[in-house]
T-cell receptor, first 113, second 113 residues
């Protein structure tokens, strides 16, 4: 099976712009979670989608949003970018049926100038 | 809310030496515990997990961890490290009715020749 894929791998934006990141989960996985990783804050949970519905949400401002499509692919959007949004954004997918391991993608490195 | 404390932010060791990376969690309910590894410019890879049963858990690449409920610890060990083990290691917890994976700040393991 192919792993979790994220596109693009690297992105450079300027303050005030918006950005959309994409995540394709492992085939058959219906749960997709997003995490932000920064040197200062570490790994922080953004949100989780399951069958096109947001199931859990972390403590991030409303500028951070996401969605999931019927094929389980997910997108994350950040509007009005700030310098502090520079981070590695990781996506993870999980199978159903009990507590299953989350499989992580390689991440998208976002730099805000 | 769950929290995870990784007591050492950096651990330097020599090749073939043993290593222990410490992790403590806070929870008053049953939890599931994980160790992930992150190599430079990559996503997270699961090393091992504790869900229930034997408190000694063996993972990939020769790593093992011991769950200690009374000390709320889940320390990661390897009897003999290799240069290729140089990476950042994250302890994570899930439980208490929440499906959010909560990570520690990470420990950077550097294996020197």
């Amino acid at each position: 099976k192919a792993g979790v894929t994220q596109t693009p791998r690297y992105l450079i934006k300027t303050r005030g712009q918006q950005v959309t990141l994409s995540c394709s989960p492992i085939s058959g996985h219906r749960s997709v979670s997003w995490y932000q990783q920064t040197p200062g804050q570490g790994l922080q949970f953004l949100f989780e989608y399951f069958s096109e519905t947001q199931r859990n949400k972390g403590n991030f401002p409303g500028r951070f949003s996401g969605r999931q499509f019927s094929n389980s692919r997910s997108e994350m959007n950040v509007s009005t970018l700030e310098l502090g949004d520079s981070a590695l954004y990781l996506c993870a997918s999980r199978g159903t049926g009990g507590l299953n391991e989350q499989f992580f993608g390689p991440g998208t490195r976002l730099t805000v100038l | 809310a769950q929290s995870v404390t990784q007591l050492d932010s950096q651990v330097p060791v020599f090749e073939e030496a043993p290593v222990e990376l410490r992790c403590n969690y806070s929870s008053s309910v049953s939890v599931y515990l994980f160790w992930y590894v992150q190599y430079p410019n990559q996503g997270l890879q699961l090393l091992l997990k504790y869900l229930s049963g034997s408190t000694l858990v063996k993972g990939i690449n020769g790593f093992e961890a011991e769950f200690n409920k009374s000390q709320t610890s889940f320390h990661l060990r390897k009897p003999s490290v290799h240069i290729s083990d140089t990476a950042e290691y994250f302890c994570a917890v899930i439980g208490g009715g929440s499906e959010k994976l909560v990570f520690g700040k990470g420990t950077k393991l550097t294996v020197n020749p």
